[in-house]
C-alpha cells in the first residue's frame, strides 16, 4: 500500500511541545467532524491508496493535536477513554453549541464552577472535550493594583496566596455568588443604589466590591433565584428610606416597610431578580 502525504511538518522550527494524539475508527470522518466543529486547520496528513486518511495532525488556534485510523484502541471500539481534551476558547457557549451541531453528544452542559465557565461533550468518535475558559468572577479575589491604589498600607499587604488581605480574613464573610437573570440589570442595580464597585461591567460575568471592600463577588445565571429568602443578607445603610425610594425607581420592590427593632430601622426589598434582601439604619430616619 502506498501512503502519500500533504504538509510538511519538518519544515517548521522544532520546539519541545507535548501534542495529544488521538486513536479514531474512521479517522477521515473525524477531520472533517474537528474542522466543522472546532474550526480545526490541518496541517498534514498522511492517506492510503484510496485517499482516506491514516494520519492527520490540525491546529485549533494555537493548538495542535494528532489523529490516527487505528480502531482497536479507540474508545469508541473499546467503549472506554483514557484522555479527556479540555479546550480553552474564548466563548466557550457558541463553540459548545457548534460541537453539538455538527455531531457531538452533550454530556455536561456549560455552566460556571471553580473560576472556569466549561461544559463537555463526547464527539462521535468517543472522545470527551471540555470546552471552557477560566472566567472573570475567581480571579477577582485576587489582588488588583490598580483598583486598591488609594489603600491604606494595611489593605495593600498580600498574603503568600495572591488573596487581597481584605477578604483574606479568618472567619469572615468575603465572597458571594449573586443569583441574577441578566447580569448587567444587577450590577447597575447594585452600582446606582448602593455604591458598589463594580469590574468586569463589559464581560459576560461582572463582579462586583461591596461598600466596605471587604465582601467580593459575581452575579451568575447558573442558581435559583432567592425569591423566598432563606439565608437574608442585609445590607447597612445610612438612610433607608432614601435606599428604598432608589430601589423602586430601579425596579426593585419594597417587600415590608421600614420597622424598628430598638435603636435600628429595618426592611427588605426584592432586587430586579427577584432577589429578597435586607437593610437596616442605626438611629432615627
Do not use: C
Request: hydrophobic residues 35%; proline residues 5%.
Amino acid at each position: 500500500m502506498t501512503m502519500m502525504s500533504t504538509g510538511t511538518p519538518e519544515s517548521e522550527p522544532v520546539k519541545t511541545s507535548i501534542a495529544p494524539w488521538l486513536s479514531v475508527s474512521r479517522a477521515t470522518e473525524a477531520v472533517d467532524y474537528y474542522k466543522a466543529a472546532f474550526g480545526a486547520v490541518e496541517r498534514y496528513r498522511l492517506e492510503d491508496d484510496e485517499g482516506s486518511v491514516v494520519v492527520a495532525r490540525l491546529a485549533i488556534g494555537e493548538a495542535d493535536f494528532w489523529l490516527q485510523e487505528d480502531i482497536d484502541s479507540s474508545p469508541r471500539s473499546q467503549d472506554r477513554r483514557s484522555v479527556r481534551m479540555i479546550l480553552t476558547v474564548d466563548d466557550p457557549d457558541s463553540v459548545f453549541k457548534q460541537a453539538i451541531a455538527a455531531g457531538a453528544t452533550e454530556v455536561a452542559a456549560v455552566s460556571e464552577g471553580h473560576g472556569w465557565r466549561i461544559g463537555r461533550v463526547a464527539d462521535p468518535f468517543g472522545h470527551h472535550w471540555e470546552i471552557g475558559k477560566q472566567i472573570q468572577e475567581e480571579m477577582n479575589m485576587r489582588k488588583d493594583p490598580a483598583m486598591n491604589q488609594n489603600d491604606d498600607q494595611e489593605t495593600q499587604t498580600t498574603i503568600d496566596t495572591g488573596v487581597d488581605a481584605r477578604l483574606a480574613r479568618h472567619g469572615g464573610l468575603s465572597y458571594l455568588h449573586r443569583p441574577a437573570v441578566d447580569v448587567h440589570q444587577s450590577a447597575a442595580f447594585y452600582e446606582q443604589v448602593f455604591g458598589w464597585n463594580i469590574r468586569g461591567r463589559d464581560s459576560d460575568h461582572p463582579s462586583f466590591d461591596d461598600g466596605t471592600g471587604h465582601v467580593s463577588g459575581a452575579w451568575v445565571t447558573n442558581q435559583a433565584i432567592s425569591r423566598e429568602p432563606g439565608l437574608l443578607p442585609y445590607i447597612y445603610v445610612d438612610r433607608v428610606d432614601d435606599i428604598l425610594e432608589q430601589v423602586e425607581a430601579l425596579g426593585g420592590e419594597v417587600v415590608k416597610a421600614p420597622y424598628p427593632e430598638g435603636n435600628l430601622w429595618v426592611a427588605t426589598f426584592r432586587d430586579p431578580a427577584g432577589n429578597v434582601i435586607g437593610l437596616w439604619q442605626e438611629g432615627s430616619r
